[in-house]
């Protein structure tokens, strides 16, 4: 027996491939009177009170906040704040967005808006939330540098993980049969991108590789459109569009591989058939994204 053949997996851990929005982190003192209108938007939002008392109305709830009081807001929903007390607050806010599907089912399925600061959850994200309020008053004072950007990347990675573990605990929703067999197809999927990015390009077509996840799972392909759709809102092989998508834009702006390289990474036996298939997904050829990409750095 070879040595390849006769090695094994001590561990392994996903791969990391995630597209993610950071805005609005913003530590703010308003007077007692303040008020923010009512207004809605497409990010995740975490609302953090650093001192004094305030009310947010979400989706016509009201919830009072004191001190270290939290508030979890997700896409969509209608909001606005005004001050509850003589002597104004203050408070801390991320805003974020991602297009991680598991995490983004994970994130949605709780329904719960607001967690006292003596909650699990809260005293969980204390940590990473003290940080992120620190460099957002060191970032006032003067640019982050380099290393400060890299800390800021850090905390809130830190955040994302500790909402999703206190969310669990808290919560305690466990998944469903057709939940857990579309995050398996999702891993599969995924799987297959990854086996293709490292190895290069496998037999068959998008169609056969979904037939092939279908029968690892006992499932014929129609059950694993259902249940996919079902769960995640989309076809299983959409999603693997997105997936081949966010690994094109992430090759074209994190690497300075030609676009013909990328193109056969990605499987295409051609530039040209690259080139349409990225402009049909995103309405740009791969060239004019990079360009776009390169000029807001500068």
């Not at 006292?116 to 460099?135: E, F, K, M, N």
Request: some cysteine.
């Amino acid at each position: 027996m070879s040595e390849a053949s006769a090695a094994v997996y001590l561990g392994r851990l996903p791969d990391v491939r995630m597209s993610f929005q950071l805005m609005g982190l913003h530590a703010r003192r308003a007077e007692a009177g303040w008020t923010y209108p009512s207004h809605e938007h497409p990010m995740y939002e975490i609302h953090w009170m650093v001192d004094g008392d305030m009310e947010m109305v979400i989706n016509g709830q009201t919830y009072p906040q004191s001190r270290g009081d939290l508030l979890f807001i997700r896409p969509g929903m209608t909001h606005f704040c005004k001050s509850a007390g003589p002597e104004g607050f203050a408070y801390f806010s991320v805003h974020f967005s991602l297009q991680d599907t598991t995490l983004s089912r994970e994130l949605n399925r709780y329904k719960d808006s607001y967690y006292p600061a003596a909650s699990s959850l809260v005293q969980g994200l204390t940590p990473a939330l003290s940080a992120l309020y620190r460099l957002a008053i060191e970032h006032m004072k003067s640019p982050l540098p380099a290393s400060g950007q890299m800390k800021v990347h850090a905390a809130v990675f830190e955040l994302l993980g500790a909402l999703v573990d206190q969310l669990s605990q808290t919560d305690a929703i466990a998944l469903s049969r057709k939940e857990m067999l579309a995050r398996r197809i999702a891993e599969q999927i995924e799987d297959s991108v990854r086996y293709l990015l490292l190895h290069g390009p496998m037999q068959g077509s998008e169609r056969t590789w979904i037939q092939d996840i279908a029968k690892s799972l006992g499932l014929s392909p129609s059950q694993v459109n259902r249940i996919f759709h079902q769960v995640y809102g989309k076809a299983p092989r959409r999603f693997m569009s997105d997936t081949f998508l966010n690994e094109a834009r992430r090759l074209l702006l994190q690497t300075d591989l030609s676009i013909d390289h990328i193109a056969m990474m990605l499987g295409y036996k051609t530039n040209a058939h690259f080139s349409r298939q990225f402009k049909r997904w995103t309405g740009i050829a791969p060239s004019e994204f990079r360009s776009q990409g390169n000029a807001e750095d500068t």
